[in-house]
C-alpha cells in the first residue's frame, strides 16, 4: 500500500550562495502546481531512504548492478552518481554524500571529516545533477544512511529542485518488533564491538531504546513528509503477500516513475540474501566467560575448541525473556507503527494487526528472547568443567 503526501514549503537554510537559495525557494513556491500537471516532461529523482535493516543492500547491489552502461537504469533515462570510490563498495557509494550534508551523525562524520572532502563531493553532486538535467534524465539514489536524523534533508533538496526535479522519496516498513531485533544483531556484529551483550540487555537501555525509535520508520517517514521540496513519500510494506516478497520489483514497479526496464530487470533477478543476521550466542557467551569463571584463556588457547564442543552439545538452554514492560512497550510500539504508517483498509485485514499480534506472540518467547548465560556460567556443570580445564593446563606447565 502506497502512503503518500505532497508537500509544499519554504524555509531554507545552510545551502550555498544566495542565488541558489532564491532560485530553490522560487521553485519551491511551484511544487504544488507541478504536482497537478503530470507529463512526459517530468524529471523524477527517487530517494531510496531504508532504513536500516530493511533488505537495504539486497536492493542497493541490485540498482548498483542495473547502473552499468547498458542496463536497465540507463535504458529508463534514470542517472546513478558513482561518487568517489575507496571509502564505501560501490553499491554503498550513496552514503558519501549523507555524511557531506549530515552535520550531526557521529558514525558519518570521519567520512566527510575535512572541508575539502566535502567540497569535492557536493561539487560533484551540483555538477552532476546539472549535467542529468541537461539531458533530462531522471536521478536514482539509494543509502540507509538517509535515515539518520541529523541528515539536513533542505540542503539536498537544494540541488534538485532548482531543475524542477519531483523528489519521490520511498521508505521501507518492517514491523518494529522485527526490526528492532535485526538492527540489534546488526549492531553486535560488528567487528568492531568487542564486547556484544544480548538482545535483552541491550533493549533495557531506555535512552538508546528512544535514539532508535529516530531511525525507525515512523520517524523517517515524517522528516521526509514534513520537509520542504519533497514532491512524494511512498511506502513499501514488507509484510504484503509476504511469502512471494520481491524487494527489488516491489521497488522498481511500484514505486519508480518510467522505469518499465528496471522492472522488468526486478522480477527476473534472483535475491540473494545479502548482509543476514547472524547467531550472536557463542560470541557473547565465550566473552563472559572470563566474568564467572577465573581461567585464563588468550584468543589463540586451543582449549576454546573444547569450551566451543560443550558449548553446542547443550540442550534444554535457559533463556531470559523481556520483562512484562518491555513486552508491552514493544507491542504498542509496533501496534502504533502499523496504524500510523498503513492504512486502515490494511491494518484492519487480517494481514494487519491480527497478523501481527498472533506473530508477535509467537517470537516474544522465542526469537525475542536470550540465552540465559550467568545461569549456565555458574551452573555446578559448567563451573566443574572450566576449573578441569584450568587445572589440567597448570598439571601441564608443572
Not at 80 to 91: D, L, M, Q
Not at 201 to 221: I, M, N, P
Not at 282 to 307: M, N, V
Not at 374 to 392: A, G, H, M, N, V
Amino acid at each position: 500500500m502506497n502512503a503518500q503526501a505532497e508537500k509544499k514549503g519554504s524555509d531554507h537554510s545552510n545551502c550555498g550562495a544566495f542565488l541558489k537559495i532564491v532560485t530553490f525557494l522560487a521553485v519551491l513556491a511551484g511544487c504544488s502546481a507541478l504536482a497537478e500537471n503530470n507529463d512526459d516532461n517530468d524529471k523524477f529523482c527517487v530517494i531510496h531512504v531504508g532504513p536500516h535493516k530493511t533488505s537495504t543492500t539486497t536492493l542497493q547491489e541490485f540498482l548498483y548492478s542495473q547502473s552499468k552502461a547498458g542496463g536497465a537504469l540507463e535504458k529508463d533515462r534514470y542517472k546513478y552518481p558513482s561518487f568517489i570510490k575507496g571509502y564505501t563498495s560501490a553499491s554503498k557509494a550513496h552514503a558519501i554524500l549523507v555524511s557531506c550534508v549530515n552535520t550531526e551523525s557521529p558514525v558519518l562524520q570521519p567520512i566527510c571529516s575535512n572541508e575539502a572532502f566535502q567540497s569535492n563531493v557536493l561539487e560533484y553532486f551540483q555538477s552532476f545533477v546539472d549535467n542529468t538535467a541537461n539531458d533530462r534524465s531522471n536521478i536514482i539514489l539509494t543509502s540507509e544512511e538517509f535515515d539518520r536524523p541529523g541528515l539536513n534533508i533542505t540542503e539536498l533538496t537544494s540541488f534538485l529542485v532548482p531543475h524542477q526535479y519531483k523528489i519521490n522519496v520511498v521508505v521501507y516498513y518492517r514491523r518494529f518488533y522485527d526490526w528492532i531485533h535485526s538492527y540489534y544483531n546488526q549492531f553486535n556484529k560488528l567487528k568492531e564491538v568487542k564486547h556484544p551483550i544480548t538482545f535483552v540487555e541491550w533493549l533495557r537501555d531506555e535512552e538508546f531504546f528512544e535514539q532508535r525509535l529516530l531511525g525507525y520508520s515512523v520517524a523517517v517517514y515524517n522528516r521526509f513528509k514534513e520537509a520542504p521540496g519533497i514532491f512524494n513519500v511512498s511506502l513499501v510494506n514488507m509484510h504484503e503477500d509476504p511469502e512471494n516478497f520481491n524487494t527489488n520489483a516491489r521497488f522498481a514497479c511500484d514505486h519508480m516513475d518510467n522505469a518499465p526496464h528496471l522492472c522488468a530487470a526486478a522480477k527476473s533477478h534472483i535475491d540473494g540474501q545479502s548482509n543476514p543476521s547472524v547467531n550472536l550466542d557463542w560470541l557473547i557467551f565465550r566473552d563472559k566467560i572470563s566474568s564467572y569463571h577465573p581461567i585464563e584463556l588468550l584468543d589463540s588457547d586451543e582449549r576454546w575448541e573444547q569450551i566451543e564442543v560443550k558449548f553446542n552439545e547443550m540442550t534444554d538452554i535457559p533463556r531470559l525473556c523481556l520483562s512484562t514492560e518491555w513486552k508491552n512497550k514493544l507491542l504498542q510500539t509496533s501496534l502504533e507503527s502499523e496504524k500510523a504508517l498503513t492504512l486502515e483498509s490494511w491494518y484492519n485485514s487480517e494481514e494487519g494487526l491480527e497478523n501481527l499480534m498472533i506473530d508477535f506472540e509467537e517470537k516474544i518467547n522465542s526469537k525475542l528472547c536470550s540465552m540465559d548465560i550467568e545461569t549456565i556460567l555458574l551452573s555446578t556443570e559448567w563451573q566443574d568443567f572450566l576449573t578441569d580445564l584450568q587445572e589440567d593446563e597448570v598439571e601441564k606447565g608443572s
